[in-house]
């Protein structure tokens, strides 16, 4: 692994560290029953919101559940690992958001590291790290994930791998409705290459 890569992912794992830090002092000292075998930490904290979807689509899929607003290819990846460790469905959300989170960080620096230099990459993922809801990047949503495949259209284009590229932009629009906003600079980007027939 290059040591961009290791500065890459110490920034992630250093700033998750910290989030789960204060997620666990916030439990401890705001949740009632947490000192008194309430609910496990990791239901109390993460099972809010859209994670409960997510979760829902995982275990019994759209039929059951609805939420046909939420695009199913965290939900699927969610289901695979939850099923691989357990039906541990929580962890497997967490455990996909931070794996997703951890490659976009690395791929995002060497991505910025290529268009503005390497000190300015540094800053980039560091700013990724502390700004408020980068809270969302370890909680069971398609955030993580959604970034992941943002950043990997982006640089694979970036390389002229414009088949990789597509791939990339077609699973972010199975993540969120979102990825339809790659679409526009991905066909600037082919316009504007030295092949434009073979890009487009």
């Given at each position: 692994?290059?040591?961009?890569a290791r500065s890459a992912l110490r920034t992630f794992a250093l700033s998750r560290a910290a989030v789960w830090l204060v997620a666990v002092y916030a439990w401890v000292w705001f949740s009632p029953g947490s000192r ?139 993540t969120r409705i979102a990825g339809v906003a790659l679409l526009p600079p991905l066909l600037w980007m082919a316009w504007r290459s ?7």
């Amino acid at each position: 692994m290059s040591p961009a890569a290791r500065s890459a992912l110490r920034t992630f794992a250093l700033s998750r560290a910290a989030v789960w830090l204060v997620a666990v002092y916030a439990w401890v000292w705001f949740s009632p029953g947490s000192r008194g075998g309430g609910d496990p930490y990791v239901r109390t904290v993460w099972l809010h919101g859209d994670a409960a979807w997510f979760i829902g689509i995982a275990q019994h899929g759209y039929e059951r559940n609805g939420g046909e607003v939420f695009y199913p290819l965290y939900p699927l990846l969610l289901a695979g690992v939850a099923r691989v460790i357990g039906h541990a469905w929580v962890a497997a959300g967490i455990l996909v958001s931070l794996a997703a989170g951890a490659a976009a960080f690395v791929l995002l620096h060497r991505l910025a590291a290529r268009l503005v230099g390497e000190d300015a990459a540094r800053r980039t993922v560091l700013y990724l790290a502390v700004f408020p809801m980068s809270l969302f990047l370890q909680a069971p949503y398609s955030e993580a994930l959604y970034l992941l495949l943002a950043v990997a259209t982006f640089l694979l284009a970036e390389d002229a791998r414009w088949l990789p590229a597509s791939i990339a932009a077609g699973l972010a629009l199975l993540t969120r409705i979102a990825g339809v906003a790659l679409l526009p600079p991905l066909l600037w980007m082919a316009w504007r290459s030295g092949d434009r027939r073979r890009a487009l």
